[in-house]
């Protein structure tokens, strides 16, 4: 006889949990390892993400312009770091970069050897209503980073990140609010900076 294995929606959601979020492709330089502070970041979508962000990058737009603030070209160097209250007000490119920023440092990597990161985000995925409320649904922002020296071009690591932000029913749906976009973007930066610091629990 066989039997069927059923996997509820909240088992589902346990297991993807349990999955690690990152996934290193090449080991990190330990000599940059709570020694560095990241110095440039450039951010690249593939195609599908890109189209995934369009109504994202329109958000973006409107809460600009809502605010009285020109337009911004995000192929364009900023000539002056904004506020983090008009990050929502950004191209994704340059809230990602600020916000890599603002995080590592608040980890402490504020010094030492000067990094560059590459992040090539290959995917978006926001959370469906109606899978919501049947089986669970998720948002998720993925891609590689890729850490090398800007001076040089060495490369000093790789790794693979997967933020994934269950959902499940409507409830689930109306707790996680707005700013979708900046809170992936976070999460993301949070999982760079671990992986950029010793961990003292293996000391």
């Known amino acids: 006889m066989k039997f069927v294995r059923v996997i509820t929606p909240a088992a589902a959601l ?11 492709l090449q080991p990190i330089s330990p000599a940059i390892k709570s020694a560095s502070q990241v110095a440039d970041v450039e951010v690249k979508l593939s ?3 890109r189209g995934a962000m369009a109504k ?3 958000k973006a737009r409107e809460k600009r312009t809502a605010a009285g603030l020109p337009p911004i070209d995000a192929s364009a160097e ?29 980890r402490g990597l504020n010094g030492g050897r000067p990094i ?3 992040v090539e985000i290959d995917t978006l995925k926001t959370a469906n209503a109606g899978m ?8 998720q922002l993925a891609g ?15 790794f693979y990140v997967d933020v994934i932000n269950s959902h499940s029913g409507l ?3 109306a707790m996680r609010g707005g700013g979708i976009r900046e809170e992936l973007a976070e999460e993301f930066a949070i999982h760079i900076s671990r992986q950029l610091t010793v961990d003292k629990k293996s000391k």
């Not at 346990?14 to 290193?24: I, L, N, R």
């Not at 590689?144 to 790789?158: F, M, T």
């Open 47 to 49: 195609t599908l993400a």
């Open 132 to 139: 919501a409320v049947l089986l669970g649904s998720n948002d």
């Open 78 to 106: 900023m000539t002056s770091r904004p506020t983090r209250d008009h990050y929502s007000t950004l191209p994704f490119e340059q809230m990602f970069e600020l916000v890599v920023q603002d995080v590592t440092r608040e």
């Open 171 to 173: 409830l689930g749906l």
């Open 144 to 158: 590689v980073v890729k850490i090398s020296d800007p001076a040089n071009g060495e490369k000093l690591g790789e």
């Open 56 to 58: 994202f990058e329109e």
């Open 14 to 24: 346990f297991v993807a949990a349990c999955v690690s979020p990152v996934e290193v």
């Open 116 to 118: 560059k990161l590459n």
